[in-house]
């Protein structure tokens, strides 16, 4: 694929939680790179920062909420195509999901949006007919990261953790309500700001709901201290989750650690079990061939998410996890823990490309397919358009966060969410995507910003 398009068209992929994306979106912006695209890889927010010093290309987003509508025309104005996925897009239910992640403007505004699989798509199709053929089978480039010969990446990392804490029961919390880093009134705020969900009586029982969760998980950590006094249990809280609480929880206990560090795929596969509740955690478990034990003390058909619980084992009770752990760490039964039959057709329905080609390679097939299809000329229209904006606008970043109060005052959290990137690490994880795919050789890439990088092939 290398080098086929008629000059080279910028690619701009910003990364707002860094653990949960980076190497996912590292691996497309490689394999974009190797396929003749320029790829800016870096901070969602310093990204959109840059991005009037950019030439127009495609810029890819990570969701299609009500939020995205003024970033779109910004983008767009500045001679852009989009193109979107939704990161949260797989742990769904139908109607919150189009409430609060779908902006029927936002999906008129993208040239080609990739779903997770089959469930979303028809969701998407239902809410957006006429857009059925921009809406698109693709898998996500985070889950490529999950597959057998990629898996071998984090091997590396994982046995680095396991020779730092031993043995390892990981487990993943999700209470970015209720225990939210910078309160629960914040996170009420961003919610509604992020959301199109008007109804504050939804998310105040979703609080209660979270909280009575967190209060079971909370308990759950002493018994598995001591319990089994040879592991390390690691919590690793939500990236919007505050550490205080857990730190609480942990100081008194000599075998628990609490921990945001590094990919949570590589903690996962140096884990000998995962518990959680309604996380995606549980899915990737699941694939990497993890136990994957889903705590359910508190239930509802309102706010559980179905697909994470569907492909783990599920628990209902103190006395059943205890009973559950027993059984995986002390008997050894782990095999009987890694998916059902059942458990692979549900998630055939929700995730795509998980085997066959990458999504990555899928996602980067239908990005020529835009350039070859507008051709040279729109883009260069949209050059023209974009030097007029610059022209007009001398204090382009001043102008965009003006609009944008919130934007001003969200830099703690989205430092809370992306700590930056150094060019050593670029350096060191380029590295091993080439020694585990056998590709990238070619590839270099450039610091254009505190956090943000040009890849490029030769």
Not at 27 to 52: D, K, N, P, S, Y
């Amino acid at each position: 694929m290398k080098n086929h398009l008629a000059g080279k068209i910028h690619v701009f992929l910003p990364v707002e939680i860094k653990v949960r994306e980076f190497h996912g979106k590292l691996l497309l912006a490689l394999i974009a790179a190797e396929a003749g695209f320029r790829v800016v890889l870096g901070g969602q927010r310093e990204l959109r920062r840059l991005l009037h010093t950019f030439p127009p290309g495609i810029y890819i987003d990570k969701s299609i909420a009500v939020s995205k509508n003024r970033w779109f025309v910004r983008f767009r104005r500045l001679g852009n195509v989009i193109v979107a996925w939704d990161e949260e897009g797989l742990v769904i239910h139908e109607e919150q999901y189009l409430k609060s992640r779908f902006s029927r403007q936002a999906i008129d505004r993208v040239e080609k949006f990739f779903t997770w699989g089959p469930v979303q798509r028809d969701i998407l199709v239902r809410a957006a007919p006429d857009r059925k053929d921009a809406i698109l089978l693709a898998g996500n480039p985070r889950f490529d990261m999950l597959r057998p010969e990629l898996r071998s990446f984090y091997s590396d990392a994982a046995d680095r953790l396991n020779d730092e804490h031993g043995p390892i029961i990981l487990v993943n919390t999700n209470f970015g309500f209720c225990n939210h880093f910078k309160g629960v009134d914040e996170a009420k705020k961003l919610f509604m700001h992020s959301t199109s969900h008007g109804s504050e009586k939804f998310i105040d029982e979703w609080i209660d709901f979270q909280h009575r969760l967190f209060t079971f998980f909370v308990d759950a950590v002493p018994w598995l201290s001591s319990r089994f006094p040879e592991y390390c249990i690691i919590v690793r809280p939500h990236p919007s989750e505050g550490d205080s609480a857990w730190q609480q929880v942990a100081d008194s206990l000599p075998n628990v650690r609490v921990s945001k560090q590094g990919n949570v795929l590589e903690w996962i596969l140096a884990s000998d079990a995962v518990i959680h509740s309604n996380c995606t955690t549980g899915i990737e478990a699941y694939l990497m061939g993890v136990p994957s034990i889903a705590y359910r003390p508190v239930l509802s058909e309102k706010y559980e998410t179905y697909l994470p619980n569907s492909v783990s084992t599920g628990v209902f009770s103190p006395v059943e996890l205890k009973a559950t752990m027993k059984d995986i760490i002390e008997a050894g039964n782990r095999e009987e823990y890694t998916g059902s039959e059942e458990a692979r057709r549900v998630a055939a329905r929700y995730i795509s490309h998980t085997e066959g080609m990458l999504s990555s390679d899928y996602i980067v097939e239908n990005l020529r397919s835009i350039v070859v299809g507008a051709g040279r000329q729109d883009f260069s229209a949209g050059a023209r358009l974009f030097q007029a904006w610059v022209e007009r606008t001398r204090a382009v970043k001043d102008t965009l966060q003006s609009v944008l109060p919130a934007y001003r005052h969200a830099a703690q959290y989205d430092r809370q969410k992306f700590d930056g990137i150094t060019p050593e690490e670029m350096r060191q994880l380029i590295g091993v995507f080439c020694k585990v795919t056998g590709r990238f050789s070619d590839i270099r890439f450039s610091r254009v910003g505190k956090s943000c990088f040009l890849l490029d092939s030769g």
